[in-house]
């Protein structure tokens, strides 16, 4: 038998004890699953690290500040002594490499946590029959796939490099540590974050747009409840911006002490096909969310309007159509519920997101052509 209500509570005023939700209870599970990173630092060691220290740090975390704190800083001091050429000395900016590749890790796990809120959010799991594909979004093949390009790439360098004898007789140890150890950890670390990213603007808007998931027509803010996705898409992209920024930073900032270290025609056309490549994937996000909720729309309202114009008498004739009285509550319903339908926009649908999507999509380049001219 359902309680009756207290003597505080006026009768009629809605209680957030009767639908079971206490004030303390949390709306969104925690996301505590290991990345692809974290289960290969698993396997060299950083797990057992991680468990004997205290807060339950991701081992993925351990792995790359470690790394970085501690090879950056001694192979640097070997090619000072060494005589071998110090990129941070040649080129201070380059700095940011390191703190973007660490950052990157970080931004990986902050990303992937905030789509397990999302899908909390959206109620994925009782809007379809299906909610796996939608919630493990980043399929175990995808980083595989990444760092496998991303040695190839490294190995069709040194090769073009002349191979490592060439690299050390060039550049010195220090040099052939860098691509033949350094690289491939790097890409490592920056293979986490771009498997995550590629999930949620690519793989995620796909598998919505593919599944039986729907509108949620009913949403009080009329984005048909896609907006935790559609600002998620919006803030995985502003990651690329600042990594992008950063990139320009380091090969176009003013602080250069070595001609060397400057950038070539290589340099910004592997910079111009880098933003292009983040450019599109935002816009095939935008995009299929956009279609996504455009389909639904139009199909829901034809089904209300072929459920009301078989209600209705002479349904074609506006001068002549008319309403039973039997049905008259029915039709005002139907057309109720065509006004909320319609009332949903689709994503994105205001000039803030559309400003904001621009803004952050001409930045880099811009800041890029700013440098180039310095």
């Known amino acids: 038998m359902r309680d009756q209500p207290s003597e505080s509570t006026p009768v009629g005023v ?40 205290p807060g339950d740090i991701p081992p993925s975390y351990l792995f790359a500040v470690i790394l970085v704190g501690t090879i950056v800083p001694t192979v640097n001091i070997y090619a000072y002594f060494a005589g071998d050429p110090v990129v941070y000395i040649e080129n201070p900016l380059f700095v940011l490499q390191p703190l973007c590749l660490v950052g990157g890790v970080f ?18 799991e009782e809007r379809t029959d299906d909610p796996g594909p939608l919630i493990d979004v980043v399929p175990t093949w995808l980083p595989w796939l990444l760092f496998g390009a991303a040695l190839l790439q490294i190995s069709a360098r040194v090769w073009a490099l002349g191979g490592f004898s060439a690299i050390y007789r060039d550049g010195g140890l220090t040099m052939v540590v860098g691509w033949g150890i350094l690289n491939p950890l790097w890409s490592a670390l920056a293979v986490q974050f771009v498997a995550v990213y590629l999930a949620i603007e690519i793989i995620a808007p796909w598998r919505l747009y593919r599944s039986d998931i729907g509108v949620d027509f009913l949403d009080p803010e009329g984005l048909g409840g896609l907006r935790p996705i559609g600002e998620l898409v919006k803030h995985a992209y ?62 829901e309202l034809h089904r209300l309007d072929h459920v009301l114009r078989e209600t209705i008498d002479n349904p074609w004739d506006i001068k002549h159509y008319d309403v039973n009285e039997e049905t008259r509550a029915l039709v005002d319903e139907l057309r109720r519920r065509t ?5 949903t926009r689709e994503y994105p649908a205001t000039f803030s997101i559309w400003s904001q999507l621009l803004i952050s999509i001409v930045l880099p380049k811009a800041v890029q052509l700013v440098l180039a001219r310095i």
């Open 107 to 124: 931004g990986a796990r902050s990303l992937r946590r905030r789509y397990h809120r999302v899908t909390q959010e959206m109620k994925i």
């Open 14 to 53: 809605f209680d957030a004890t009767d639908t079971g939700i206490t004030a303390d209870q949390p709306l969104v599970e925690p996301f505590d699953e290991d990345l692809w990173l974290d289960r290969l630092a698993r396997r060299v060691g950083f797990g057992g690290l991680s468990r004997r220290l």
């Open 238 to 299: 502003y990651y690329m911006v600042a990594g992008l920024i950063a990139f320009a930073l380091v090969v176009y900032g003013p602080i250069v002490s070595a001609a060397s270290w400057g950038p070539t025609a290589t340099t910004s056309i592997v910079f111009t096909v880098i933003w292009l490549g983040t450019v599109a994937t935002v816009a095939f996000a935008v995009f299929i969310l956009h279609q996504f909720m455009r389909e639904e729309k139009r199909r």
């Open 339 to 343: 006004e909320t339908v319609s009332a």
